[in-house]
C-alpha cells in the first residue's frame, strides 16, 4: 500500500495554506491567484490519489465498483467538508497561538473535538450504508484503509502545527511557581 505520498501531498497542501499565515512573506512569493488555483490543483491531486489508493487496495469485482464508487464519493463529500474546517480552524489557531488566552484555548480545543466528533460520526452513518451495498469484511477493509490515511494526514499535520503558548504574562506567572 503505497499511502505515505497521499499523506504528503495532503498535508504539503495544508501546510501551504498554513505557511502564508506562519510566515507573510511566503504568501508574498506568489499573487493570491495564482497560489488559490495551485492549492485547488493539489487538493483535487490529493483527492485523486487519495481514490486511486483506496481503489487499488479495496480489490473490487465490477459489480462491487458500481455500488461502492458512488457511495465513496459521497462519504468523501461529506468528510470534505469536515476537513474544509478543520483547515480553517488550524489557520485561525496558526495566526493566535502566540497569544491565547483561556479562554482562546478553551475555545479552540472544544472546536478541535467538534471536528474529531463529526468525522466519527460521518463514520458511523456511513457504516451501515456500505454495509448494506457490500460484506462487512470488504466495509472493515475500506475503513481500514481510511483510518490509515486519515492518520497519516493528521501525523504530518501534528508535525506542522506549533503548540500553544500562553501570552506573556501568564508565562510569567507560571514560570514562577517553579
Not at 493566535?96 to 460520526?121: C, F, G, H, P, W
Request: glycine content about 2%; some cysteine; hydrophobic content about 40%.
Amino acid at each position: 500500500m503505497r499511502l505515505a505520498s497521499y499523506a504528503t501531498v495532503t498535508a504539503l497542501t495544508l501546510f501551504f495554506g498554513v505557511s502564508s499565515v506562519v510566515n507573510p512573506t511566503f504568501a508574498q512569493s506568489s499573487s493570491s491567484g495564482d497560489a488559490s488555483s495551485q492549492k485547488q490543483l493539489d487538493i483535487a491531486a490529493a483527492r485523486a490519489e487519495r481514490k486511486a489508493l483506496v481503489g487499488q487496495n479495496m480489490y473490487l469485482n465490477a459489480d462491487q465498483a458500481k455500488v461502492f464508487w458512488p457511495l465513496y464519493d459521497q462519504y468523501e463529500n461529506a468528510m470534505d467538508h469536515i476537513e474544509d474546517r478543520h483547515i480553517r480552524e488550524i489557520k485561525a489557531y496558526v495566526k493566535a497561538y502566540r497569544n491565547l488566552t483561556n479562554d482562546d484555548a478553551t475555545q479552540k480545543l472544544n472546536e478541535v473535538m467538534s471536528i474529531a466528533q463529526a468525522r466519527l460520526d460521518v463514520q458511523k452513518s456511513y457504516i451501515p450504508k456500505f454495509r448494506a451495498a457490500m460484506s462487512s469484511i470488504m466495509v472493515t477493509r475500506f475503513f481500514q484503509i481510511d483510518n490509515k490515511l486519515r492518520a497519516m494526514v493528521q501525523c504530518d499535520v501534528a508535525k506542522m502545527v506549533p503548540l500553544a503558548q500562553p501570552s506573556q504574562p501568564e508565562a510569567t506567572k507560571s514560570s514562577e511557581t517553579f
